[in-house]
């Protein structure tokens, strides 16, 4: 009986080809006692070259679906069913609503690098947890990787001769199991092929995912073979400049000619392409982070600077509304040495404090030089006599012996020893008193100063507030650095500074 016109194979029912090849058809089929969709291919045992053969490719066919069978993973198609019937070898798997890998390539265009990162990832943990198992696929190529629905990978055909089409991928009956664009050059050779050949194949994959193309290309299977036994291909980066050069590494150790030149596990194959997708994101967030970080730090120097400004600019106010002090004027100094960096310190801060600090010397030698000390007038005012005498460094006359100006009334009728009461000379005649007080000796020394009036002090006392006040508002204004207007500055240099 044909099997193009087989309605069912055991209890599967046939419902449509999927894809048909010189070995045999898959079908989709649907299971009528579990009723659930399965993908079913076939092998034609009489399309084989003799009997002998026929019996070890069945026996191959069922070995290798038995060890397909036990990888329950993710990543790869589970198979629920291997049977006979007639002519017809058939192994039933899941049935991935999607496309073949291959189909994507069709473009001829890389696939975006997340996209190529992720689809190797899973590839290579579905290759990984079948070596583990001790199965070799021997045939990894985009026609047997699936991507479902989802985007996620299913790895398909173990060990089972691709039957999809009949190009020049297409294994040929009685040699090894491969593709010869996938295959690794130990199985162009025909020498023993192990894990490690896959490794090979996912790296072509990696390849034509980052750039579109095939690394071995050529007329014909032979010219393909020859490339991959002897030539090494273009780094990825040559065909695509976008990608960084991290790859081209990568690449070179997965389609190394020796085998022990290779990955030694597809694990470690994912690792090596888990450190390009950290290091990818490192850079790519690098520019981002370092426009964030700068822009806060700018962000922060304004707003520094501007608290800090408001912060001298409330000093300056309260210290002219309260009336700064002399004594008061160093201590602003550390308020405006808040400023930033050690450089405008240098440049601004200190030449202010220095030029400060002369300014409130001046001032205070300034007040002290027009405040007179009150200490004098108070023993003049008890002893005038003895005080001037004393100044003079002579003997007093007899004319000033009483106060000044002595009124001549009251000088006769004081006895003459009370008015000279601590001279000898005071008891001289009457007669010799009366030229002299009439005619009084100059007075020798400078003049002395009328006592100013209780209400000139409260004058001068004001005058030396307000200017105080004054100056150190302009000399708070110079620390903060703001420009002072020409008559500020010439009020500064003649009162303030003198």
């Known amino acids: 009986?044909?099997?193009?016109?087989?309605?069912?194979?055991?209890?599967y029912r046939l419902v449509k080809v999927l894809g048909q090849g010189a070995m045999g058809v898959v079908y989709e089929a649907?299971?009528?006692?579990?009723?659930?969709?399965?993908?079913?291919?076939?092998?034609?045992?009489?399309?084989?070259?003799?009997?002998?053969?026929?019996?070890?490719?069945?026996?191959?066919?069922?070995?290798?679906?038995?060890?397909?069978?036990?990888?329950?993973?993710?990543?790869?198609?589970?198979?629920?069913?291997?049977?006979?019937?007639?002519?017809?070898?058939?192994?039933?798997?899941?049935?991935?609503?999607?496309?073949?890998?291959?189909?994507?390539?069709e473009a001829g265009q890389a696939l975006p690098l997340a996209q190529t990162l992720r689809i190797m990832a899973e590839l290579l943990a579905a290759l990984d947890f079948a070596h583990t198992q001790g199965i070799v696929h021997r045939d990894v190529k985009p026609a047997n990787v699936m991507l479902d629905a989802g985007g996620h990978v299913k790895l398909t055909d173990f060990g089972v001769a691709r039957v999809a089409n009949t190009t020049q991928d297409r294994t040929m009956p009685g040699t090894l199991v491969g593709t010869p664009s996938y295959m690794a050059p130990e199985q162009v050779l025909g020498l023993a092929v192990g894990s490690r050949a896959d490794i090979f194949a996912a790296g072509v994959i990696l390849y034509q995912c980052l750039t579109g193309q095939r690394p071995f290309a050529g007329a014909g299977p032979f010219a393909v073979q020859r490339q991959i036994v002897q030539d090494d291909p273009k780094p990825p980066?040559?065909?695509?400049?976008?990608?960084?050069?991290?790859?081209?590494?990568v690449i070179a150790r997965a389609l190394a000619k020796q085998p022990e030149d290779r990955y030694a596990s597809a694990a470690a194959f994912a690792e090596a392409l888990a450190d390009l997708e950290a290091a990818s994101t490192r850079r790519a967030a690098a520019p981002e982070a370092g426009a964030q970080a700068h822009a806060a730090a700018d962000h922060e120097r304004k707003t520094g600077s501007g608290?800090?400004?408001?912060?001298?600019?409330?000093?300056?106010?309260?210290?002219?509304q309260a009336g700064a002090r002399p004594a008061a004027t160093p201590a602003s100094?550390?308020?405006?040495?808040?400023?930033?960096s050690a450089p405008t310190l240098r440049r601004t801060v200190l030449p202010l404090l220095a030029g400060a600090l002369v300014a409130v010397l001046a001032m205070a030698a300034w007040i002290l030089f027009l405040d007179p000390a009150p200490a004098p007038a108070t023993s003049t005012r008890s002893t005038p006599a003895t005080s001037e005498a004393a100044t003079s460094g002579l003997q007093p006359s007899p004319a000033p012996a009483g106060p000044a100006p002595p009124a001549p009334v009251p000088a006769e009728n004081t006895p003459a020893p009370q008015e000279r009461h601590d001279t000898p000379q005071a008891a001289a005649p009457p007669q010799a008193d009366e030229p002299a007080r009439s005619e009084p000796a100059p007075r020798i020394g400078p003049p002395r100063e009328p006592r100013p009036r209780p209400r000139a002090d409260a004058d001068r006392q004001e005058r030396r507030e307000v200017l105080g006040a004054r100056c150190s508002d302009l000399l708070q204004r110079m620390q903060i650095g703001e420009p002072l207007t020409p008559e500020q500055s010439q009020y500064f240099q003649t009162r303030c500074t003198r």
């Open 1 to 11: 009986m044909n099997h193009a016109t087989q309605s069912f194979l055991g209890r």
């Open 30 to 105: 649907v299971d009528t006692r579990l009723g659930r969709t399965v993908a079913i291919k076939t092998v034609l045992r009489s399309h084989l070259a003799d009997d002998s053969s026929a019996g070890e490719y069945a026996s191959r066919f069922e070995r290798e679906a038995q060890a397909a069978a036990r990888l329950a993973h993710p990543n790869i198609v589970t198979v629920h069913d291997f049977g006979e019937h007639e002519d017809i070898s058939y192994i039933v798997m899941e049935f991935v609503r999607g496309q073949e890998l291959s189909k994507v390539f």
């Open 237 to 249: 980066s040559a065909i695509a400049p976008q990608l960084p050069r991290a790859f081209d590494d």
């Open 307 to 320: 608290s800090d400004r408001d912060e001298r600019r409330t000093g300056v106010e309260s210290s002219a």
């Open 333 to 340: 100094a550390p308020r405006g040495s808040r400023t930033g």
